[in-house]
């Protein structure tokens, strides 16, 4: 049983990914970070000694502390943080118990330039349909929290790459793009190694909407159907994005929980009455 300033596994597990999720830090020390350089989803690495540093950015947030073994380092930051009104807790077991649980870890070299205070900078072409409200949905969720991303003139993005140091994302000839017959959601699921059954099962969703392949999977017209409706109903893309966000929430916890659920009518407590 956890203490009460302690999260488990499987009750982390079940926040990540969804609007609830906490604040995640991760303060293991450089070597231990080195022999294993992988992040719990949506963490960032911060030191353990200038947590309080974080103070500004965490107010009104849940906070989880991550280190090696759930021991000293992020017991302590726990209490320096809960010692200014902070809600955080410790994951226990640290992220040796979440690596022997399974449970996926994100590559720290594939999150380009990743930072605590603003979040990584990302760039793509406007008018988003599929892939690029996807793939910004999965970055926030299971990624970087704090990613920020632009919308801009197709025949621009690579120039508004370079000049502004953002990551371009789904045109041609760049790596965080379409591989064969499979598209940017993919490609990111597969690089910063986050195959789960949920997010597989929506990658294969993503990839039949998004390459025109309804046979894929039956939800696909449908997400293609919602993304051009979005896409007409939203002139700004920043605020598509944000009611997009919902959109994929709903379908992560479909794929997650709900894939065995129907539903019909008239329903079976009132045909038995």
């Known amino acids: 049983m956890p203490s009460p300033n302690e999260i488990t596994v499987s009750n982390l597990s079940r926040l990540i990914g969804t609007p609830d999720a906490p604040t995640i830090v991760d303060v293991c020390i450089d070597d231990d970070f080195e022999d294993d350089p992988r992040l719990v989803p949506?963490?960032?690495r911060h030191p353990f000694a200038s947590i309080e540093t974080l103070l500004p950015n965490l107010e009104a947030?849940?906070?989880?502390?991550?280190?090696?073994?759930?021991?000293?380092?992020?017991?302590?930051?726990?209490?320096l943080l809960r010692s200014h009104g902070i809600?955080?807790?410790?994951?226990?077991?640290?992220?040796?118990?979440?690596?022997?649980?399974?449970?996926?870890?994100?590559?720290a070299g594939k999150i380009p330039n990743p930072r605590s205070d603003c979040g990584s900078l990302w760039v793509t072409r406007h008018r988003p349909k599929i892939d690029r409200i996807a793939c910004p949905w999965l970055i926030r969720r299971f990624v970087d929290r704090h990613a920020?991303?632009?919308?801009?003139?197709?025949?621009d993005v690579l120039e508004v790459a370079e000049k502004f140091d953002a990551t371009p994302f789904d045109i041609e000839d760049v790596?965080?793009?379409?591989?064969?017959?499979r598209c940017t959601f993919d490609t990111m699921i597969e690089e910063f190694g986050l195959h789960t059954e949920a997010l597989d099962q929506l990658a294969q969703i993503v990839r039949g909407a998004d390459t025109n392949r309804h046979d894929l999977a039956p939800q696909a017209a449908g997400l293609l159907a919602i993304s051009v409706g979005l896409s007409r109903a939203y002139r700004d893309d920043l605020l598509q994005l944000e009611a997009g966000m919902?959109?994929?929430?709903?379908?992560?916890?479909?794929?997650?929980?709900?894939?065995?659920?129907?539903?019909?009518?008239?329903?079976?407590?009132?045909?038995?009455?």
Do not use: M
């Open 246 to 273: 919902q959109i994929y929430d709903a379908f992560y916890r479909w794929a997650r929980d709900g894939t065995s659920e129907t539903h019909d009518w008239p329903s079976a407590s009132i045909r038995n009455q």
């Open 175 to 181: 790596f965080w793009s379409h591989r064969a017959e």
């Open 148 to 155: 920020r991303f632009l919308f801009v003139a197709p025949s």
């Open 42 to 44: 949506s963490s960032f």
């Open 61 to 79: 947030s849940r906070v989880v502390i991550v280190c090696h073994k759930g021991k000293k380092l992020s017991q302590g930051a726990v209490a």
């Open 87 to 107: 809600p955080a807790e410790s994951l226990q077991g640290g992220i040796v118990a979440w690596r022997e649980a399974g449970e996926p870890l994100v590559s």
